[in-house]
């Protein structure tokens, strides 16, 4: 399989607009700039997807990338959009059509875009597997993978019953890390268990971690004065052997800039900045509303009656108050997974204590669930 140069992938999903309200609008000269730039720098893997800024994502990279460059100078990334699938007769017109869009007759990385427990169950149902496999088989496809976002279980169960696949695409940053709700660490070891590399997504978690509370950037400025939080944050995934390429959705030259600057000759963090910015994670979680420490003796030393899954759903509702998240959020996509795998929801929680005669931090959980639920079934602040 082929391996990047270098470990940082352009993600065309938060390009430069020249209207800000209208996501079709790609300011292409800036973008073909930082593409210039990007590729100079001796940086190949750029990502795309079907839906990215209102379907012009790969028509941009089409454009930007396939048209101003010879095909052996970088590689494309594309995703079949199984969470939009409707039947099995629109797949190879969406696969036909993405090609075109992007002007290549082959994918260098094609991906099944956000696998978990539900759209998996689609991709077997609408034939998306054999589909992409019989590509892999004809080169249209040179890797396969597929993006993810639920549990480590989940994704276990995945590459053991489809070991073709050649690689994933997870979440990880430092303060996802040790996450229950999101299970970055447990994920990226049930990929090396598989021997399969790692494409990182939100390494930098949607921007929240390039604006740190600010006793958290006095720590990291101590350390590295000339390092930007995000710059921590993309190192951070970046230092992890099995890590093939960490994808950040640059969205100016400046950032480009930035990321390729530090990213061209990339070191690993020493271990003590490693462990620097574990504390800082932990920091951060302090600052939070539950103080969760994901031990999971409530779900495993009592017995829910109402099977709710406590400790994940902390961590997601944690996470949309740390980043004051007010409509729907990747933690909602992953608590409503939870729900689809047969987890009682927050709101069914019927105060029985049970749980919190078993937690070490004494946090009054039967409290808590109804403010869990207001904001993860309702998708409100609190
Ligand atoms: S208090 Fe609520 S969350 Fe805790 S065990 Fe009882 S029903 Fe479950
Ligand atoms: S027992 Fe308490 S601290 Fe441990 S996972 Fe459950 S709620 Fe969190």
């Given at each position: 399989?082929?391996?990047?140069?270098?470990?940082?992938?352009?993600?065309?999903?938060?390009?430069?607009?020249?209207?800000?309200?209208?996501?079709?609008?790609?300011?292409?000269?800036?973008?073909?700039?930082?593409?210039?730039k990007?590729?100079?720098?001796g940086f190949?893997?750029?990502?795309?997807?079907?839906?990215?800024?209102?379907?012009?994502?790969?028509?941009?990279?089409?454009?930007?990338?396939?048209?101003?460059?010879?095909?052996?100078?970088?590689?494309?990334?594309?995703?079949?959009?199984?969470?939009?699938?409707?039947?099995?007769?629109?797949?190879?017109?969406?696969?036909?059509?993405?090609?075109?869009?992007?002007?290549?007759?082959?994918?260098?990385?094609?991906?099944?875009?956000?696998?978990?427990?539900?759209?998996?169950?689609?991709?077997?149902k609408?034939?998306?597997?054999?589909?992409?496999?019989?590509?892999?088989?004809?080169?249209?496809?040179?890797?396969?993978?597929?993006?993810?976002?639920?549990?480590?279980?989940?994704?276990?169960?995945?590459?053991?019953?489809?070991?073709?696949?050649?690689?994933?695409?997870?979440?990880?940053?430092?303060?996802?890390?040790?996450?229950?709700?999101?299970?970055?660490?447990?994920?990226?070891?049930?990929?090396?268990?598989?021997?399969?590399?790692?494409?990182?997504?939100?390494?930098?978690?949607?921007?929240?971690?390039?604006?740190?509370?600010?006793?958290?950037q006095?720590?990291?400025?101590?350390?590295?004065?000339?390092?930007?939080?995000?710059e921590?944050?993309?190192?951070f995934?970046?230092?992890?052997?099995?890590?093939?390429?960490?994808?950040?959705?640059?969205?100016?030259?400046?950032?480009l800039?930035?990321?390729?600057?530090?990213?061209?000759?990339?070191e690993?963090?020493?271990?003590?900045?490693?462990?620097?910015?574990?504390k800082?994670?932990?920091?951060?979680?302090?600052?939070?509303?539950?103080?969760?420490?994901?031990?999971?003796?409530?779900?495993e030393?009592?017995?829910?009656?109402?099977?709710?899954?406590?400790?994940?759903?902390?961590?997601?509702?944690?996470?949309?108050k740390?980043?004051?998240?007010?409509?729907?959020?990747?933690?909602?996509?992953?608590?409503?997974?939870?729900?689809?795998?047969?987890?009682?929801?927050?709101?069914?929680?019927?105060?029985?204590?049970?749980?919190?005669?078993?937690?070490p931090?004494?946090?009054?959980?039967?409290?808590?669930?109804?403010?869990?639920?207001?904001?993860?079934?309702?998708?409100?602040?609190?």
């Open positions: 399989m082929q391996m990047p140069a270098k470990k940082l992938g352009l993600g065309f999903m938060r390009l430069p607009l020249t209207d800000a309200n209208n996501q079709k609008a790609i300011d292409m000269p800036q973008v073909e700039q930082m593409v210039d990007f590729l100079q720098r190949t893997y750029c990502d795309t997807a079907w839906m990215y800024h209102d379907f012009m994502s790969e028509e941009a990279v089409g454009k930007a990338v396939v048209d101003r460059y010879p095909r052996n100078t970088f590689t494309i990334a594309t995703k079949m959009p199984d969470m939009m699938l409707r039947s099995k007769e629109q797949v190879p017109g969406i696969f036909a059509k993405q090609k075109e869009k992007l002007h290549v007759d082959y994918f260098d990385y094609y991906l099944v875009h956000d696998m978990n427990s539900v759209n998996y169950e689609k991709a077997k609408f034939g998306v597997l054999p589909f992409l496999r019989g590509k892999r088989e004809s080169g249209e496809i040179k890797c396969l993978g597929f993006s993810f976002h639920d549990s480590a279980d989940v994704l276990d169960k995945i590459l053991t019953e489809n070991p073709y696949f050649e690689f994933v695409q997870l979440q990880i940053n430092y303060l996802d890390w040790e996450s229950e709700g999101i299970q970055s660490h447990k994920c990226y070891d049930v990929a090396v268990k598989h021997g399969l590399p790692v494409v990182v997504m939100e390494p930098v978690k949607g921007g929240t971690l390039a604006n740190p509370p600010q006793q958290v006095d720590l990291l400025k101590k350390a590295h004065p000339d390092w930007s939080p995000a921590w944050a993309i190192r995934a970046a230092t992890l052997d099995h890590v093939m390429v960490v994808l950040s959705g640059m969205s100016n030259m400046e950032q800039e930035e990321n390729t600057g530090f990213m061209q000759n990339f690993p963090l020493s271990p003590a900045d490693w462990d620097l910015l574990l800082a994670a932990e920091m951060i979680r302090s600052g939070i509303a539950v103080p969760c420490t994901g031990c999971r003796y409530c779900v030393a009592s017995k829910c009656p109402q099977n709710i899954l406590i400790p994940n759903y902390f961590a997601l509702f944690n996470t949309r740390l980043m004051q998240r007010r409509d729907f959020s990747p933690e909602i996509e992953y608590y409503e997974n939870y729900l689809d795998q047969g987890y009682g929801k927050a709101s069914a929680c019927i105060a029985c204590h049970a749980c919190e005669r078993v937690c931090q004494h946090i009054h959980i039967s409290e808590w669930m109804p403010k869990v639920a207001e904001n993860l079934e309702k998708g409100q602040t609190f």
